[in-house]
């Protein structure tokens, strides 16, 4: 089938994933990957991972993908730094001349909206692997595959996230991705001071999505799936603000002794003490595999840009 999603050929923000049959085919390729695991629909072409913000799974995943379909990769692990961004060249400038080398941009960068710039200029297709707190949205697709393969739909699910959803992209583009879906409830825990941006809470409301804003970690028997984030230190203008809330929620095997036995819980990582390693073997917890599932969901975007009719 030819797969196609809003605003292709770029990846920049998971409201382009609004049909669920999509999605389903982008699981289903995914899972293919995950079988063949060497492919050579991407020989001859080249990926740029030009990455100004530290990564290690966005980043080795993706290169790990264009190399497993038999293309090759250019990579800047530190643009910020040694990138010619420090001899004052504008982000636009960059990806026109790196667009000129190779067959798709994939961009991390600090600034919200830098992807949807970059976009603006690129003549290749640019892929957002993080634009500062907005969002990040190979990281939502392959978060939804990870709750698809556990429960084997994405629909009448109740997800909790906890932690910073202030900041967090990932968090972000998870509920634009999950208000899609039907009969989804999500719980949003998190410190006053890191609760949803109130943009997301009026497009949830818009959209006639129920949710509920907590403080405390509580309700949990009723909760399908945990998604749980770091307190970004990075994102705090204050130091004092981030002392405050640091260290807020600790998921322990006394928290998941509460939950259900289905439940999963999830976490995009990396970790900063929210997550005790203690629950790493327990079956509910699926963030390793969650990671892991980023490879194949990254190969099936390449696939599907590469191919066209896949
Ligand atoms: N989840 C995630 O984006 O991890 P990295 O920062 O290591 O890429």
Redesign the pocket.
């Known amino acids: 089938m030819v797969m196609r999603w809003d605003g292709w050929p770029h990846v920049l923000d998971t409201r382009q994933f609004k049909n669920t049959k999509l999605l389903i085919s982008i699981f289903r390729l995914a899972s293919r990957m995950n079988r063949e695991k060497r492919l050579s629909c991407a020989k001859g072409k080249l990926l740029a991972s030009l990455f100004y913000e ?6 080795l995943s993706f290169e790990a993908a264009m190399l497993r379909l038999g293309g090759g990769v250019l990579s800047t692990e530190n643009a910020q730094e040694f990138s010619s961004t420090v001899k004052g060249e504008t982000l636009e400038d960059t990806i026109r001349v790196v667009g000129s080398y190779v067959d798709v941009i994939v961009l991390r960068h600090p600034e919200e909206g830098s992807a949807i710039r970059a976009a603006g200029t690129s003549k290749v297709p640019i892929i957002n ?2 634009d500062g707190s907005g969002q ?1 949205p190979t ?1 939502a697709l392959l978060d939804a595959y990870t709750l698809y393969r556990e429960f084997g739909t994405l629909q009448d699910l109740k997800v909790m996230m906890v932690g910073d959803l202030f900041y967090s992209r ?1 968090v972000h583009s998870l509920t634009y991705l999950l208000a899609q879906q039907k009969g989804i409830k999500l719980f949003f825990v998190s410190p006053p001071l890191l609760a949803m941006p109130s943009d997301i809470i009026a497009y949830l409301k818009e959209k006639g999505v129920p949710y509920e804003q907590m403080t405390e970690l509580s309700g949990l028997r009723n909760i399908d799936a945990i998604y749980v984030t770091r307190i970004q230190k990075e994102r705090f203008r204050s130091i004092q603000d981030y002392e405050e809330v640091k260290g807020s929620y600790v998921i322990s095997k006394e928290v998941l002794a509460q939950l259900p036995p289905h439940a999963r819980i999830l976490h ?3 970790r900063a003490g929210e997550l005790d390693p203690g629950v790493d073997n327990l079956p509910q917890a699926s963030y390793f595999k969650q990671a892991e599932n980023g490879l194949f969901i990254r190969m099936a975007l390449l696939k599907a840009i590469f191919d066209k009719d896949v």
């Not at 530290?54 to 980043?59: H, I, V």
């Open positions: 530290p990564s290690t799974r966005t980043r692997a993080g990040h990281q990932t995009p990582l990396p």
